[in-house]
């Protein structure tokens, strides 16, 4: 049995992509979480993780002696290991699109990440005026990523990247959650898109148990203060 060692389901938006794509392509596996403490050289997070890859991150895959690291690693592996799965789609050319936009979220999209943090328990529409108000950079990233979406979505006639589920989806879920939390203004198709991905089985699992974790993280918080403990 595949082990898939995650992070806190509200927060890890980098542990969510392979989550959601087992979950979702029907791949079973054991998940163990690594819950966020801290992320300092002592933390008790840093120190399982470490001792599971050389990145001392999550998610970590084990497949036997096997480990591998790295949310995309994670992804190819198992679009190689479970080819009936057809994580990727099946024609060269769209395969080469589906693994382009997925290379641009896994590395890109910086600053939307970096002021839009991950927070599925929450909804932050007074943080999302304010970050596009005074962060230039995020509004950047964020015409680059509708735009890219626009395109993939014309050359099809499904609602999802390329019609079936993919490895792209998977890698956009995350900021399509992003972008529901800080109730983040799309165009049409785009919020089609968005309702699209929050609606896949996968996606709905993972939603519903980072809501019954119940675990405020306060490094992980910036726009909000710990829930008073009484």
């Given at each position: 049995?595949?082990?898939?060692?995650?992070?806190?389901?509200?927060?890890?938006?980098?542990?969510?992509?392979?989550?959601?794509?087992?979950?979702?392509?029907?791949?079973?596996?054991?998940?163990?979480?690594?819950?966020?403490?801290?992320?300092?050289?002592?933390?008790?997070?840093?120190?399982?993780?470490?001792?599971?890859?050389?990145?001392?991150?999550?998610?970590?895959?084990?497949?036997?002696?096997?480990?591998?690291?790295?949310?995309?690693?994670?992804?190819?592996?198992?679009?190689?290991?479970?080819?009936?799965?057809?994580?990727?789609?099946?024609?060269?050319?769209?395969?080469?699109?589906?693994?382009?936009?997925?290379?641009?979220?896994?590395?890109?999209?910086?600053?939307?990440?970096?002021?839009?943090?991950?927070?599925?328990?929450?909804?932050?529409?007074?943080?999302?005026?304010?970050?596009?108000?005074?962060?230039?950079?995020?509004?950047?990233?964020?015409?680059?990523?509708?735009?890219?979406?626009?395109?993939?979505?014309?050359?099809?006639?499904?609602?999802?990247?390329?019609?079936?589920?993919?490895?792209?989806?998977?890698?956009?879920?995350?900021?399509?959650?992003?972008l529901h939390t800080y109730a983040v203004p799309v165009s049409p198709r785009v919020a089609a898109y968005m309702q699209q991905v929050r609606a896949l089985p996968g996606v709905?699992?993972?939603?519903?148990?980072?809501?019954?974790?119940?675990?405020?993280?306060?490094?992980?918080?910036?726009?909000?203060?710990?829930p008073d403990p009484g």
């Amino acid at each position: 049995m595949l082990k898939l060692h995650i992070g806190n389901k509200n927060y890890s938006s980098w542990s969510m992509r392979p989550w959601v794509l087992m979950t979702q392509a029907g791949i079973p596996f054991d998940e163990v979480v690594l819950r966020f403490d801290s992320f300092d050289p002592d933390s008790q997070f840093k120190r399982s993780a470490e001792a599971l890859s050389p990145s001392g991150t999550v998610p970590v895959l084990v497949d036997g002696a096997l480990v591998v690291w790295d949310s995309l690693a994670i992804a190819e592996y198992l679009a190689e290991r479970f080819p009936e799965s057809a994580l990727w789609p099946q024609e060269r050319s769209e395969r080469a699109l589906a693994r382009s936009a997925t290379a641009a979220m896994h590395s890109g999209f910086g600053a939307l990440r970096s002021h839009f943090p991950m927070n599925i328990e929450a909804l932050l529409p007074e943080v999302g005026v304010r970050v596009l108000r005074e962060q230039p950079d995020v509004v950047a990233d964020l015409q680059r990523l509708q735009a890219l979406w626009e395109r993939l979505l014309a050359r099809h006639e499904g609602l999802l990247l390329f019609d079936r589920f993919s490895i792209a989806d998977a890698f956009f879920a995350p900021v399509v959650m992003r972008l529901h939390t800080y109730a983040v203004p799309v165009s049409p198709r785009v919020a089609a898109y968005m309702q699209q991905v929050r609606a896949l089985p996968g996606v709905q699992a993972w939603i519903a148990a980072a809501l019954d974790e119940h675990d405020f993280r306060p490094f992980e918080e910036p726009y909000r203060q710990a829930p008073d403990p009484g």
